[in-house]
């Protein structure tokens, strides 16, 4: 019955019924009594409190600077839909957090109007998918199905508007980048301290690494905890075991004898630490280390601001100063011009709760009042790849001939700003099998222990193995891959497997790809995509408005045809893994000997794949690619470079070019997409400038003692 009552979730999401909340009863509140603003002036404002915002005002606030962090959105970060890493799909659609941004992949609308995610706004106020039409995703409707009054909104794009960010609903994958990324950042910036055995320091100085085996030379004693999902829980389901059995034979990992598939033995098979140093170009399967407390809750950024906010001395006294306005949208950056460079010294804001237009709850939102803090130092602007270009058009620094077509007083003419926006091009396969995976058929994905018992299970445990399945992200394997295409010799795809039927961003995908239990999907990631023509150019000049988002995908033919190499090949390698699922379940002749499972259940290892389906090939796979891709890691949209480029927005301590007193600190700086997943690239980052910044105004020291 709970199970059915998702499904209807689901259908009401997407069959043209009003933008709803499927946790809408849940009790929201601040989670902590944070410091708010106590006074008007600060040595540095910064705005957004993401993993590049949080992170380097936590810094500076430690090295005992007086720091303001400002966030549109609320603080709900104990809430189990936050806190509990499998409830990571279904926190992109919470509104306590949820921004909903609408995106464009290409230039012509046409085009994205193939793609069956593609969501239409009707006049009611209620989304139209191509669901409707079809009754099922992965056929984009046509013309005549789409209603009269519907009007194209775009592609779903979840980002978040709260305390922490980003890092509090994404999948908690914790990858190092390639050492190249960091090499090219050297050479870019002319600047040695980037290379990659000198980067290497900032990555040990903040991680916590609790799994084994790992590299010697990860950090033990950071904020940034990092485990492995529990392969005891893993090995309590036979569907599960066989297909991690199948990757690892994919890779030449021999399994003879009779062999109990067992956590033991998995753990001899996935032996290899990913973030050992160079291990990132070596292809292989993996364990994927997730960025997990010791109570099995999500960590990350969100805990450094909140223990950093709240530290006090012996004496009770308050020991750094991070203050923290929350539910405060920042409409602009202020600058002082009379100078011979314009210097930023301050911000304005507007008050109020779910202010901006992502939010799904602005539509009855008011600001309760405006207001402007100074900054004496700098300010520090970290809204991510799409609201931080917003900023600093908003704020008169950008394309003067966007400025000035909107009436907007230009500060500096930056060019760059809002240019050379890139993401991943990911994809999904996803096959069926006729009985449900035992480690989540009884599990119905909501935030309320008295309705799930895998929530049940979770909270009342006491060990990550005891605390079941949602002590996991839900990604039970990884396999990085060369393609034939890959540039430089690197591993440049990335194939992560679980139990779900995700097919990419819709509304109500987060109900959909736990609808049932009896799916699988391999998501294809493809890492170092050789497109940089996406643009983010303003709706208007109001600032509780969205952007214009385009990331105009497949842009340039030569490139775009070695990209869809790249995928198309993740789809044979996935395909090849799924068609080699070893049976198991009591004692089973194969060629590679006997092999018993113990585990009390016979599988006959079938698979059927349902997206986009086994005859889906050649040119046929060509064009799904390119109708049905997505992504989740945008960035480079105000990006460091060369200081004869008149695109570099930023120099390589990320300072704002042409103008004092002003940073960037988010991934909308990086030149080029680093790595699979770019969480740990940007925390190395602003460990480094942060140091470069504490150093330039001769601060403080170092540490606190936050929760690992």
Same mark, same amino acid.
């Not at 046409?110 to 009707?122: A, C, G, I, P, V």
């Not at 980067?199 to 100085?205: C, I, K, V």
């Not at 304005?348 to 709850?361: I, N, Q, T």
């Given at each position: ?43 540095? /404002? ?20 007086? /720091? ?55 006049? @009611? ?140 033995? &998995? ?23 997730? /960025? ?159 309705? @799930? ?39 440049? /795809? ?120 086994? @005859? ?36 390589? @301590? ?45 601060? &403080? ?8």
């Amino acid at each position: 019955m709970m199970r059915l009552t998702f499904c209807i979730l689901l259908a009401q999401a997407v069959m043209g019924l009003p933008r709803h909340n499927p946790f809408i009863n849940i009790k929201r509140q601040y989670d902590h009594d944070l410091p708010q603003n106590t006074t008007n002036e600060y040595d540095f /404002v910064c705005i957004g409190s993401g993993p590049g915002g949080g992170h380097m005002c936590s810094n500076l606030a430690i090295a005992g600077f007086k /720091v303001l962090l400002i966030e549109a959105g609320g603080d709900s970060g104990l809430q189990l839909i936050q806190s509990v890493p499998a409830m990571n799909l279904a926190s992109t659609e919470d509104w306590s957090l949820a921004w909903e941004f609408y995106v464009n992949k290409y230039a012509d609308t046409e085009l994205d109007k193939r793609d069956s995610k593609m969501t239409y706004n009707t006049t @009611d106020g209620k989304y139209w998918t191509a669901y409707n039409a079809t009754g099922n995703l992965g056929t984009a409707a046509t013309p005549d199905q789409i209603p009269d009054d519907a009007e194209p909104l775009g592609i779903l794009y979840p980002r978040t508007g709260a305390l922490g960010g980003c890092s509090r609903h994404n999948a908690l994958f914790s990858l190092q980048p390639y050492d190249m990324d960091w090499d090219d950042m050297a050479e870019l910036t002319g600047d040695d301290s980037y290379a990659s055995e000198n980067m290497r320091q900032y990555l040990n100085r903040f991680t916590n690494v609790a799994y084994q085996p790992h590299s010697l030379n990860s950090g033990s004693s950071g904020w940034y905890p990092m485990r492995y999902t529990s392969l005891i829980t893993a090995a309590t389901d036979i569907k599960i075991v066989s297909v991690l059995l199948a990757a690892c034979t994919a890779f030449g990992k021999t399994i003879i004898g009779e062999v109990v598939a067992t956590a033991t033995y &998995l753990a001899s098979v996935l032996t290899s630490d990913i973030n050992a140093p160079g291990q990132l170009m070596v292809p292989e399967v993996y364990q994927v280390p997730l /960025v997990m407390r010791s109570d099995s809750r999500r960590g990350g950024v969100y805990d450094l601001i909140v223990d950093t906010a709240l530290a006090t001395n012996s004496d009770g006294s308050r020991k750094y100063h991070l203050d923290i306005m929350l539910d405060t949208l920042a409409t602009k950056v202020t600058f002082d011009t009379s100078g011979e460079k314009p210097r930023a010294n301050g911000v304005d804001y507007m008050s109020g709760a779910a202010l901006y237009r992502a939010d799904p709850r602005s539509k009855t939102s008011q600001p309760s009042g405006t207001g402007h803090v100074t900054a004496t130092k700098e300010v520090i602007v970290a809204g991510g790849a799409y609201n931080t270009p917003q900023i600093l058009k908003l704020s008169g620094v950008g394309p003067r001939e966007e400025l000035e077509s909107l009436g907007i007083d230009v500060v500096l003419d930056l060019p760059g700003v809002g240019t050379n926006l890139q993401d991943r091009y990911e994809q999904t396969m996803v096959s069926k099998t006729p009985t449900s995976f035992a480690l989540t058929e009884k599990c119905t994905w909501h935030p309320d222990p008295e309705l @799930d018992p895998c929530m049940k299970t979770f909270v009342d445990g006491t060990t990550q193995t005891t605390r079941g399945a949602y002590a996991s992200n839900g990604i039970a394997i990884a396999m990085i891959r060369n393609s034939t295409t890959t540039e430089r010799g690197e591993p440049d /795809v990335i194939l992560l497997g679980g139990p779900a039927n995700f097919t990419g961003y819709y509304p109500g995908w987060s109900q959909g790809a736990v609808a049932d239990s009896n799916h699988w999907a391999w998501i294809i990631l493809k890492a170092h995509q050789r497109n940089n023509a996406g643009t983010v150019t303003l709706r208007s000049t109001d600032p509780r408005d969205t952007p214009l988002i385009n990331f105009k995908r497949f842009n340039n033919d030569e490139d775009a045809a070695k990209d869809l190499t790249a995928i198309r090949e993740g789809y044979e390698y996935a395909r090849r893994v799924m068609e080699n699922v070893v049976p198991i379940g009591g004692v089973l002749s194969g060629s590679n000997g006997s092999l018993a499972s113990g585990l009390g259940e016979v599988f006959d290892g079938v698979f059927e794949e349902v997206w986009p389906g086994a @005859d889906v090939t050649d040119d046929a796979l060509d064009q799904f690619i390119r109708d049905e891709n997505w992504g989740h890691h945008a960035a480079c949209s105000a990006p460091i470079g060369r200081d004869d480029d008149p695109m570099a927005v930023l120099d390589g @301590d990320l300072r704002v070019r042409g103008i004092d007193g002003l940073r960037v600190s988010d991934l909308s700086a990086c030149n080029r997409l680093p790595g699979f997943f770019p969480i740990m690239w940007i925390h190395q980052l602003v460990e480094k400038v942060a140091d470069t910044i504490v150093a330039e105004y001769a601060s &403080l020291k170092w540490g606190v003692d936050v929760l690992v």
